[in-house]
T-cell receptor, first 115, second 113 residues
Framework: GAVVSQHPSWVICKSGTSVKIECRSL??????MFWYRQFPKQSLMLMAT?????????EQGVEKDKFLINHASLTLSTLTVTSAHPEDSSFYIC???????????FGSGTRLTVV | AQSVTQLGSHVSVSEGALVLLRCNYS??????LFWYVQYPNQGLQLLLK??????LVKGINGFEAEFKKSETSFHLTKPSAHMSDAAEYFC???????????FGTGTRLQVTL
């Protein structure tokens, strides 16, 4: 079945630094990838939608300059949290939709802790 | 606008008992509906999906869900709960091949001995 690899699974960084999270579709081509943020015991909040080769579409209230998304190929999307602060600490999850539009496959998530 | 409502943020059942997790939706166009399971500190795993074919959808791990248009519901059931079913369950909706998923707030399933 479709597999999405997300790395790192957890990361601790100092306040003010940047962190990059990668999301790769391993056995299929993903024209669209989604990035979510999940707070403890809450549902997933869509941050942005990225399409290969074009700029990401951000949801209302999400700072595009803080959460940089790149979708340079059909198998890789990255989320960079720039100048991270403790309030950015959260669980980030990516999801990929295949070219055939058959479904959404989720990565295993990244636990970001900013200290 | 589309929305998903999951009734009951927390459901507790005994091992071997019926599992029923409720999901109601609102959509102005025919929806595609999904149930996902999430274990702690992990991503989401697809349990099953409805894509306008059969209204009774069978998924993995013995779960199934029935699409009822008249009730705008897509409840998730499993005849006999197992301890390993304890997790967070999310119902989600999309309305087309290019659309994002809209998630419900999730239901935490607890399975007791």
């Amino acid at each position: 079945g479709a597999v999405v690899s997300q790395h790192p699974s957890w990361v601790i960084c100092k306040s003010g630094t940047s962190v990059k999270i990668e999301c790769r579709s391993l056995d299929f081509q993903a024209t669209t990838m989604f990035w979510y943020r999940q707070f403890p015991k809450q549902s997933l909040m869509l941050m942005a939608t990225s399409n290969e080769g074009s700029k990401a579409t951000y949801e209302q209230g999400v700072e595009k300059d803080k959460f940089l998304i790149n979708h340079a190929s059909l198998t890789l999307s990255t989320l960079t949290v720039t100048s991270a602060h403790p309030e950015d600490s959260s669980f980030y999850i990516c999801s990929a939709r295949d070219i055939q539009g058959k479904g959404y496959t989720f990565g295993s998530g990244t636990r970001l802790t900013v200290v | 606008a589309q929305s998903v409502t999951q009734l009951g943020s927390h459901v507790s059942v005994s091992e071997g008992a019926l599992v029923l997790l409720r999901c109601n939706y609102s959509s102005s166009v025919p929806p595609y509906l999904f149930w996902y399971v999430q274990y702690p500190n992990q991503g989401l795993q697809l349990l099953l999906k409805y894509t306008s074919a059969a209204t009774l959808v069978k998924g993995i791990n013995g779960f199934e869900a029935e699409f009822k248009k008249s009730e705008t519901s897509f409840h998730l059931t499993k005849p006999s709960a197992h301890m390993s079913d304890a997790a967070e369950y999310f119902c989600a909706l999309t309305t087309g091949t290019a659309s994002k998923l809209t998630f419900g707030t999730g239901t935490r399933l607890q399975v007791t001995l």
